[in-house]
C-alpha cells in the first residue's frame, strides 16, 4: 500500500466518521428550534393571559380600558395615565412579539392574533392616541412601519362593542 492509498483511505473513513456528527448536529438545531418556537409562543401567551387578567379581574380597570378606548377625554388625569400604561404595555409586548415574529420564533400561528389585535387598537381613537404619543417614538422603527401600514391597509377587525352587542362586525365599525 502506497502512502496515496493510506491517505485516501484516511479520508473516506473521515468522511464516514463525519457524516453521523453531522446528521446528529442538524437534527439537534431541528429540536433547538422546535423549543425556541415553542417558547416563544408560550411567552406570548403568558403575556396576552397577564394583560387580559389586569382587565377581567378589576372592574375599576376595564372601566377605564372601556372607556379610554372610546373617550381619553372622558378620563381624568389619573385613569389617562393608567390606560396610557396599560395601551403602551400591550404595544410594548407586541413589539417584543414583532422581533421573535421576524426573526421566525413566534410561529404564525400566535403572530395572527396578535395583528388583529394591533388593527383593532389602531382604528380605536384612545389606543390610537397612545400609539400616536408614545409609542410611534417609543417603539423600534421597523414595528412601528409595520403597524402603520397595518393601519394604512384598512383591514377589517374584530369590535369588543359589536361582540358584546351581538351586532356584526361590519355594523359595529372599528370602536371598542
Known amino acids: 500500500m502506497t502512502l496515496n492509498d493510506a491517505y485516501l483511505i484516511s479520508q473516506i473513513v473521515a468522511v464516514v466518521l463525519v457524516a453521523p456528527t453531522l446528521l446528529y448536529l ?3 438545531v431541528r429540536q433547538n428550534t422546535a423549543q425556541m418556537r415553542a417558547g416563544a409562543t408560550q411567552q406570548y401567551l403568558e403575556t396576552a393571559k397577564d394583560l387580559n387578567l389586569a382587565l377581567i379581574s378589576n372592574k375599576q380597570a376595564a372601566s377605564v380600558y372601556r372607556r379610554g378606548v372610546e373617550d381619553l377625554e372622558a378620563l ?5 395615565t393608567q390606560f396610557f400604561f ?3 404595555q400591550f404595544y410594548q409586548s407586541f413589539a417584543d412579539m414583532y422581533v421573535l415574529w ?3 420564533t413566534l410561529p404564525d400561528t400566535a403572530w395572527y392574533p396578535i395583528r388583529k389585535h394591533l388593527i383593532s387598537m389602531m382604528a380605536m381613537s384612545g389606543t390610537r392616541r397612545v400609539w400616536d404619543n ?3 417614538e417609543g417603539l423600534s422603527p421597523g ?5 402603520e401600514a397595518l393601519a394604512a391597509a384598512g383591514e377589517a377587525t374584530y369590535s369588543l362593542k ?6 356584526p362586525r361590519e355594523k359595529a365599525g372599528p370602536e371598542l
Open 26 to 28: 442538524a437534527l439537534q
Open 76 to 80: 381624568d388625569e389619573d385613569e389617562k
Open 86 to 88: 396599560y395601551a403602551g
Open 102 to 104: 421576524k426573526a421566525k
Open 134 to 136: 408614545w409609542a410611534r
Open 143 to 147: 414595528f412601528v412601519a409595520y403597524v
Open 162 to 167: 359589536g361582540a358584546l352587542s351581538g351586532t
